[in-house]
């Protein structure tokens, strides 16, 4: 059974500082990897989708890459602002059409 | 904003009650997933429909069922409602399953009391 795992629950960064989302899968068999974003009490916004067959996709200050083989993806966020905060959230495309989903990632940019 | 539109936005019922939720698809998208969210936690996968046929399914009671209709809009129902129902619940529309973008609507608070 497919289990998504990210760390940290949650992060605190200055504004203007890089940062990494982490997220991690316990099997590789996953159709994609979505990185969603969700402000509170919002529905969620998709970032961006890594296919199976692809190592990573970027767009803007966003990149984010999958490995497959070691079962982790990252989101990295390049110069971060205030507006980037928001719960981040980590899916895998799997078997029955399902997306297993991680509990997400809140961040808080501080200005 | 994505184009999926979902009603109502919110929602309390009783324990024992049932409940319709909608979704109206983005357009050009014949597939639409139905998620569960509790507080704090990610969404869990309740089924799928694509082109009016249930296409996949997660682990969820019976009594929760849905439909979807020839313009590709979708309902859930929830029957017999438990106080741990009360959740977010998205749906969200795509062109092909989950093998692509996978676009949420804002999605229906429901609370049970």
């Known amino acids: 059974k497919q289990e998504v795992t990210q760390i940290p629950a949650a992060l605190s960064v200055p504004e203007g500082e890089n940062l990494v989302l982490n997220c991690s899968f316990t099997?590789?068999?996953?159709?994609?990897l979505q990185w969603f974003r969700q402000d509170p009490g919002k529905g969620l916004t998709s970032l961006l989708l890594?296919?199976?067959?692809?190592r990573e996709q970027t767009s803007g200050r966003l990149n984010a890459s999958l490995d497959k083989s070691s079962g982790r993806s990252t989101l990295y966020i390049a110069a971060s602002q205030p507006g980037d905060s928001a719960t981040y959230l980590c899916?895998?495309?799997?078997?029955?059409?399902?997306?297993?989903f991680g509990a997400g990632t809140r961040l808080t940019v501080k200005p | 904003e994505t184009g999926v539109t979902q009603s109502p936005t919110h929602l309390i019922k009783t324990r024992g009650q049932q409940v319709t939720l909608r979704c109206s698809s983005q357009?050009?998208?014949?597939?639409v997933s139905w998620y569960q969210q509790a507080l704090g936690q990610g969404p869990q996968f309740i089924f799928q429909?694509?082109?009016?046929?249930?296409?996949g399914r997660g682990n969820f009671p019976p009594r929760f069922s849905g439909l979807q209709f020839p313009n590709y809009s979708s309902e859930l129902n929830v029957n017999a409602l438990e106080l741990d129902d009360s959740a977010l619940y998205l749906c969200?529309?795509?062109?092909?399953?989950?093998?692509?973008?996978?676009?949420f609507g804002p999605g229906t608070r429901l609370l049970v009391l």
């Open positions: 357009s050009g998208h014949n597939t």
């Open positions: 969200a529309s795509s062109s092909e399953g989950v093998r692509e973008t996978q676009y």
């Open positions: 899916a895998g495309g799997v078997d029955n059409n399902d997306m297993r």
């Open positions: 890594i296919q199976s067959s692809q």
């Open positions: 429909y694509y082109r009016e046929e249930e296409n």
């Open positions: 099997d590789s068999a996953i159709y994609n």
